[in-house]
């Protein structure tokens, strides 16, 4: 199993950037598939992005393709969610999460680790 905290979250102005961090800790973080996720006021959780073991293999919502991209650095136990041109649709918690598996994965339910949520607020 693997612990993750998340941390970047914050108050930004439209068409701004972030950058979300989630730091793993526990044994054999290359071995997971790594997701984001974000949950709204009143909406239920919906995916964002996930990353394959290695980082050669990514996915993406459609509303945030071509604004968003997630990496991963192993030797850092970490993943990354740069999010650019935000717009306040995009105010939401921000969730990561970990599958242990090679398949890259967009729904919540097979995702078994997540860490505790970072809020991102994006105003006019």
């Known amino acids: 199993q693997v612990q993750l905290v998340e941390s970047g979250g914050g108050l930004v102005q439209a068409g701004g950037s972030l950058r979300l961090s989630c730091a793993a800790s526990?044994?054999?973080?290359?071995?997971?598939?790594m997701g984001w996720f974000r949950q709204a006021p009143g909406k239920e959780r919906a995916f964002v992005a996930a990353i394959n073991w290695s980082g050669a293999h990514t996915t993406y919502a459609d509303s945030v393709k071509g604004r968003f991209t997630i990496s991963r650095d192993n030797a850092k136990n970490t993943v990354y969610l740069q999010m650019n041109s935000l717009k306040p649709e995009d105010t939401a918690v921000y969730y990561c999460?970990?599958?242990?598996?090679?398949?890259?994965?967009?729904?919540?339910?097979?995702?078994?680790?997540w860490g505790q949520g970072t809020q991102v607020t994006v105003s006019l």
């Open positions: 999460a970990a599958d242990y598996s090679i398949v890259v994965v967009t729904t919540a339910l097979e995702y078994n680790q």
């Open positions: 526990g044994r054999s973080f290359s071995s997971y598939t």
